[in-house]
């Protein structure tokens, strides 16, 4: 399976690989591209990805899931050109009970965020464009590069 | 010297002007010893002193030597999700 | 809207009643029915509710949700017959952030567990069925009535 | 006496053998008052001491008055999700 997609995410197919009659709870996550971001308005975005690496990072992080949750596990990150409104990555969970789904989802969002090189490119509303970048202080815009 | 080859990606590679660059090292350099060099190439300079460097998918800590026939990928910090 | 539904849920409709461009995170949970339940075969169930009271409930969890959260919560609950691997219970958070989104979803499945007034007769394998009483020391099988 | 209607679901309906039963008290009547005379009914016995009543869509407390007008129901453990 590839977690890394360019086509639009759809969450029911990730949820129905994992599926099984003896699971009573499936916990999903959609990250999902904003308007705006540090108080500019957005109008676009795109990611790229070190694909090898984050193939293999994203295996990882679903398979320490599973281990430490008792859960099966469902992950897709975009890459490429996202609208706004559509989802840039999606993560699901499936398991005995709600408890375990939902600490699996978060826990992987998270690990997501932490440990895949993947890098976003947002384009403003007022024409130029900046890598984002999370470990940045809060509140500074990213130094802008002319679009 | 030993040629080194790192991959660069999203900002670092718009630094540097490339997204792949060779660097001729002692064979036993390490990661401090390579970011060094790379921070002193046209562009280097806006590199962080600590970058993220990659051998072979995994993350190599400052004094760690160096494989050259390993792939090095030198990564911003991740923005997925 | 309405907030027990007959006809089978689906999570897709749900999620785009509450969706809007500035919210970056959507947390949803599906309560699947299970093929056992406390050690017994379960062929089917269905569940029946106090509808005015449980539509009440049910709206007044998601105002609680909104509130407490900064986020918006969709919720529908199944009625009637459901089979083994449809979903009885579906809920649904837009937030700005991730946090809110899963507190949110956590919170309301928790609710709509204790304070809403919907029952489930499972039938079993052996023929038997019973009313589930969730209350019911963990473990101890609830006096079947024959099928 | 007053008569009080009242709303029966689940296994409840099934011990009493209906969806709603009638019974008179004095206008008085508290919560633990009817649940004393709906335990006291045909199959009643086997309800519990203290189950859930709902007024009007709300849980009252043993010791409340009842409205007769207002919408009584006798509610088993909540089981939904």
């Known amino acids: 399976m590839a977690f890394l997609q360019r086509d639009p995410l759809e969450l029911e197919p990730l949820v129905h690989d994992i599926s099984a009659p003896t699971n009573g709870a499936v916990a999903t ?31 990882q992080i ?14 897709v990150h975009r890459l490429g050109e996202v609208a706004i409104g559509e989802a840039a990555v999606l993560v699901a969970a499936v398991a005995a009970h709600r ?14 965020k932490s440990r895949v090189p993947i890098w976003k490119r947002e384009r403003y509303a007022d024409g130029s464009e900046a890598w984002v970048d999370p470990t940045a202080v809060a509140g500074v815009v990213p130094a802008g590069i002319p679009g | 010297m030993t040629r080194f080859s790192v991959l660069l990606f999203a900002r670092y590679a718009e630094l540097l002007g490339s997204e792949r660059v060779e660097i001729d090292l002692p064979a036993s350099a390490t990661a401090a010893e390579l970011i060094d060099a790379l921070r002193r190439m046209p562009g280097g300079a806006l590199l962080p002193s600590h970058p ?3 051998m072979n998918h995994s993350q190599v800590r400052s004094g760690q030597q160096l494989d050259p026939d390993a792939e090095l990928a030198l990564l911003p910090p991740m923005a997925g999700g």
């Open chain 1, 99 to 112: 408890g375990p789904a939902f600490d699996a989802v978060r826990w992987v969002i998270d690990a997501v």
């Open chain 2, 52 to 54: 993220f460097l990659a």
């Open chain 1, 29 to 59: 996550f959609a990250g999902i591209v904003r308007d705006h971001h540090a108080g500019r308005g957005v109008v676009g975005l795109s990611y790229s990805a070190y694909e090898p690496m984050a193939e293999a990072i994203c295996r």
């Open chain 1, 62 to 75: 679903v398979i320490e899931a599973e281990q430490q949750f008792d859960a099966r596990v469902g992950l």
